[in-house]
């Protein structure tokens, strides 16, 4: 979440220097230099100073229509490294998101400053970093199999061994044209202007390219019908973020849409094969966005975990342990007798989740419910494998 200090600190004063008397408008030139000189800036930003900017924010932003000055100043600091396009795109798309946190937090100026500054935050807040999960005791005594001896350099027998096909990120553009410019303006590129249309400095090759790019459906399509030709696979697993990167025109039509048409396609070229999904931060419409029950539940990414559900089935049953699936996006389930694939949703570990502001502790149990399978799994004397997007301490 501290990624996001910058930013929202430069909102606090913009809201402040127009809630002020006789304010002078700010330019598109005036904001560059204020971001400029802030970013340049040797002072520390401590938490008595911002808690003192952050109060009477708050008090601004109860009594003031400030929303449209927000969205003004986040589009002319974006704008300055990126097209208005993009800009207006991801405005819109974390404006309900954004004010529904923000005015919560107004109400809590010191836990606005938590998340901004290290020095704010209080350890031992339940809500904030001072949550934790009990532990259930260890068990007294367990028995484990044996592991099967190893064979002997004469020995001509097998080793029982899983062939796994592992794919993630594959990002498919489905607008990618061949030709089309690739080294563009934009944070992505290859889509839009076919080819002959004009002489870019750098054309998408047909397949895909290397750099500001996502793959073309034909290359994933490609790629698969190779695997299932020329590999026998006992299970794959996919490890989420199949939406391309065009974060500021994300809908949950079109994601729906993309995993429906993906998922069909790895099923059609593998039919008899276990197939087993697990979300990315990009399956997040607006992106990195996962909204825990407790907030409003018109935030509730309910249809990506019924889509979820869908993709994992025949091979995951919706049982009592896999309720999950469409609670948290999370499950659990045995792959072989003593293997046992427990995926868990990332997304509720990014730093960009706005919904995290108002209350970190477990979003949705998830850390609670991954304890009881593992002690499960441990009872069971089974082997765990995890299944998750983001590693542990990146984002």
Same mark, same amino acid.
């Given at each position: 979440?501290?990624?996001?200090?910058?930013?929202?600190?430069?909102?606090?004063?913009? *809201?402040?220097?127009?809630?002020?008397?006789?304010? +002078?408008?700010?330019?598109?030139?005036?904001?560059?230099?204020?971001?400029?000189?802030?970013?340049?800036?040797?002072?520390?930003?401590?938490?008595?100073?911002?808690?003192? =900017?952050?109060? &009477?924010?708050?008090? #601004?932003?109860?009594?003031? @229509?400030?929303?449209?000055?927000?969205?003004?100043?986040?589009?002319?600091?974006?704008?300055?490294?990126?097209?208005?396009? #993009?800009?207006?795109?991801? %405005?819109?798309?974390?404006?309900?998101?954004?004010?529904?946190?923000?005015?919560?937090?107004?109400?809590? @100026?010191?836990?606005?400053?938590?998340?901004?500054?290290?020095?704010? =935050?209080?350890?031992?807040?339940?809500?904030?970093?001072? !949550?934790?999960?009990?532990?259930?005791?260890?068990?007294?005594?367990?028995?484990?199999?044996?592991?099967?001896?190893?064979?002997?350099?004469?020995?001509?027998? %097998?080793?029982?061994?899983?062939?796994?096909?592992?794919?993630?990120?594959?990002?498919?553009?489905?607008?990618?044209?061949?030709?089309?410019?690739?080294?563009?303006?934009? &944070?992505?590129?290859?889509?839009?202007?076919?080819?002959?249309?004009?002489? @870019?400095?750098?054309?998408?090759?047909?397949?895909?390219?290397?750099?500001?790019?996502?793959? @073309?459906?034909?290359?994933?399509?490609?790629?698969?019908?190779?695997?299932?030709?020329?590999?026998?696979?006992?299970?794959?697993? #996919?490890?989420?973020?199949?939406?391309?990167?065009?974060?500021?025109?994300?809908?949950?039509?079109?994601?729906?849409?993309?995993?429906?048409? *993906?998922?069909?396609?790895?099923?059609?070229?593998?039919?008899?094969?276990?197939?087993? !999904?697990?979300?990315?931060?990009?399956?997040? =419409? &607006?992106?990195?966005?996962?909204?825990?029950?407790?907030?409003?539940?018109?935030?509730?990414?309910?249809?990506?975990?019924?889509?979820?559900?869908?993709?994992?089935?025949? !091979?995951?049953?919706?049982?009592?342990?896999?309720?999950?699936?469409?609670?948290?996006?999370?499950?659990?389930?045995? =792959?072989?007798?003593?293997?046992?694939?427990?995926?868990?949703?990332?997304?509720?570990?990014?730093? %960009?989740?706005?919904?995290?502001?108002?209350?970190?502790?477990?979003?949705?149990?998830?850390?609670?419910?991954? *304890?009881?399978?593992? +002690?499960?799994?441990?009872?069971?004397?089974?082997?765990?494998?995890?299944?998750?997007?983001?590693?542990?301490?990146?984002?």
């Amino acid at each position: 979440m501290r990624l996001l200090s910058f930013p929202l600190f430069s909102l606090f004063l913009l *809201v402040l220097c127009h809630a002020a008397p006789n304010k +002078k408008k700010m330019n598109k030139k005036d904001l560059t230099k204020m971001v400029k000189d802030l970013r340049e800036s040797n002072e520390p930003v401590t938490c008595v100073g911002c808690i003192a =900017v952050a109060a &009477p924010l708050a008090y #601004v932003a109860r009594l003031t @229509p400030t929303e449209g000055i927000i969205l003004w100043f986040a589009k002319m600091i974006c704008s300055i490294n990126q097209p208005m396009e #993009v800009c207006d795109g991801i %405005t819109q798309q974390f404006r309900e998101e954004f004010f529904y946190v923000f005015r919560r937090l107004a109400n809590d @100026p010191g836990k606005i400053c938590a998340a901004l500054i290290p020095g704010c =935050v209080d350890p031992s807040d339940p809500d904030g970093e001072g !949550w934790n999960i009990p532990l259930p005791p260890r068990p007294l005594s367990l028995t484990f199999p044996s592991p099967p001896p190893s064979p002997s350099p004469s020995s001509t027998s %097998t080793p029982n061994i899983l062939k796994v096909l592992q794919i993630t990120d594959i990002h498919i553009d489905f607008h990618y044209e061949p030709g089309s410019e690739a080294e563009c303006s934009d &944070p992505v590129c290859c889509r839009g202007r076919g080819r002959g249309s004009h002489n @870019p400095s750098v054309a998408a090759g047909f397949w895909g390219t290397i750099g500001k790019c996502d793959i @073309p459906y034909r290359t994933m399509e490609n790629m698969l019908s190779h695997i299932s030709k020329n590999h026998q696979v006992d299970y794959i697993m #996919v490890g989420g973020d199949i939406i391309d990167h065009y974060d500021w025109k994300y809908s949950w039509e079109g994601t729906l849409e993309v995993l429906r048409n *993906v998922s069909s396609l790895f099923k059609e070229q593998f039919p008899t094969t276990p197939i087993y !999904w697990a979300l990315g931060n990009h399956e997040g =419409v &607006p992106v990195n966005s996962f909204a825990p029950h407790s907030v409003d539940e018109q935030f509730w990414p309910i249809h990506l975990y019924d889509q979820l559900t869908q993709m994992n089935k025949p !091979w995951i049953k919706e049982d009592e342990d896999n309720k999950s699936s469409r609670y948290r996006g999370s499950w659990s389930t045995l =792959v072989t007798d003593r293997l046992r694939l427990i995926s868990i949703n990332t997304g509720f570990c990014i730093n %960009t989740n706005f919904f995290l502001y108002l209350n970190q502790s477990d979003p949705d149990g998830t850390m609670t419910w991954f *304890v009881e399978q593992m +002690k499960k799994a441990e009872l069971a004397g089974e082997n765990v494998h995890i299944l998750a997007h983001i590693p542990p301490r990146i984002l």
